[in-house]
């Protein structure tokens, strides 16, 4: 007799507010507060639900957040913490499955097809176990999806948030679709969901109505997966293997009043390396490339990039390098807004080799002492120890300071 093949199921954990959540964790008095986190950066990173009600946002800089929203608590993000939690959590996922993708610092996918015969649970009874212990040993809550496919799981653990537990069937699929706007899908930008909605497609349901003639015809191969996906058809896979390599960590700042003062625009890009080179390390990965920029007020770019011929996640090599070509760049006379460094090909440390020229050597000398400055600064806080190159850009404090954009972080975002 032929064996029917059972329809698979996804399982998908989203953390929610998940850095604020960290730091509630930690800190339980700060619950039902509200609370962002982002000091360090100028810009709302992350925030409570109850700082969302007030309308504040991502992105919002924080000297206009203190203006305007004076009783908000703003604490600086602890990265080195958010990754242990993040962890933990995913260690959790992995009693009930084996195949875990860590997508992102607070979100995993995970296969439980067959589980609840070899666990004797419903897959509902798995994934409230799940939730259940996260809560209770972390402190930390999740919503959760369960679907046929990656994209269905999205779906359903966005679907009821914060604390939200949602199950989407193939039978039960279009109920959820007709009411998700097409650009709440997983893979569909705002480019895309413009186009969409010209052709009259705004749910989601609207788009698994269309022919997979008229998806190959108007559209890239990517959403031909995603319109199999919503459909129910399982095509992208759990990929459980840990990632290696990222493409990259940026870090850029506005400032006011715009400048063209040469020592300090490279102390704001010797600033930046420190960080970015610090969360590099972080993760154990270093640069292959590195690039620096100025924005000047008309939002013109002055850029230069440069390949390393010893990846290094030590800033000093990479500071000596900006101040070798930052003429390259700056125009004289011309006022600049705006700073950033962005670290590129990122790889693990292991990929670094031996040069003829000793710069290796140097720079494995530079890193071991940053990681001592890790060590340090986990103690007692961040810039406890920091470059005299950086000193100018600590000092002005200047009010008006933002985050141009969000910093390209890790997992993160």
């Known amino acids: 007799m032929k064996t029917i093949p059972r329809d698979k199921v996804i399982f998908h954990m989203d953390g929610d507010a998940f850095f604020v959540a960290c730091e509630v964790a930690k800190n339980p008095a700060l619950r039902g507060r509200t609370v962002v986190t982002g000091e360090e950066r100028g810009i709302v990173s992350a925030l409570s639900y109850e700082a969302k009600a007030l309308g504040i946002v991502r992105g919002m800089p924080i000297f206009k957040l203190k203006k305007e929203f004076p009783n908000v608590l703003i604490l600086p993000g602890d990265y080195a913490s958010y990754a242990k939690y993040s962890n933990d959590m995913f260690q959790i996922v992995r009693r009930y499955a084996d195949d875990v993708e860590e997508y992102s610092i607070d979100e995993c996918f995970a296969e439980l097809t067959g589980l609840d015969r070899t666990l004797r649970m419903t897959y509902l009874q798995i994934a409230e176990r799940i939730k259940r212990e996260v809560v209770s040993e972390l402190g930390l809550s999740v919503s959760v999806g369960l679907a046929p496919t990656k994209v269905l799981a999205k779906v359903a653990s966005k679907w009821k948030k914060p604390d939200g537990l949602s199950v989407i069937e193939k039978k039960t699929a279009p109920e959820f679709l007709s009411k998700t706007p097409i650009e709440k899908i997983w893979g569909i930008g705002p480019q895309t969901s413009k186009f969409l909605k010209s052709r009259g497609i705004v749910t989601a349901q609207d788009f698994v109505g269309k022919n997979i003639s008229w998806v190959k015809e108007n559209l890239s191969k990517p959403y031909e997966i995603i319109w199999l996906e919503l459909n129910g058809v399982y095509v992208l896979e759990i990929d459980p293997e840990p990632k290696t390599v990222y493409s990259s960590v940026q870090k850029t700042r506005t400032f006011h009043p715009p400048t063209n003062d040469k020592n300090f625009l490279l102390s704001q890009l010797s600033k930046h390396i420190e960080e970015a080179c610090a969360k590099a390390r972080h993760y154990k990965l270093v ?13 013109r770019y002055d850029a230069f990039s440069a390949v390393l011929s010893s990846p290094t996640n030590a800033p000093e090599t990479l500071i000596s390098l900006a101040r070798k070509y930052f003429s390259k760049m700056h125009r004289p006379g011309v006022l600049y807004r705006t700073a950033g460094v962005t670290l590129q090909e990122l790889a693990p440390e292991s ?63």
Do not use: C, M, W
């Not at 640069?287 to 939002?299: E, V």
């Not at 140097?362 to 890193?367: C, G, L, M, S």
């Open 287 to 299: 640069p292959r490339k590195i690039s620096f920029f100025l924005k000047t007020q008309n939002f």
């Open 351 to 413: 990929v670094s080799q031996a040069d003829l020229f000793g710069e290796t050597d140097k720079a494995r000398k530079f890193e071991t002492i940053h990681k001592q400055i890790d060590s340090l600064e986990d103690k007692f806080g961040k810039r406890v120890v920091y470059l005299a190159s950086t000193h100018k850009a600590l000092k002005r404090k200047v009010k008006g300071t933002e985050a141009d954009e969000v910093d390209r972080n890790l997992l993160f975002l």
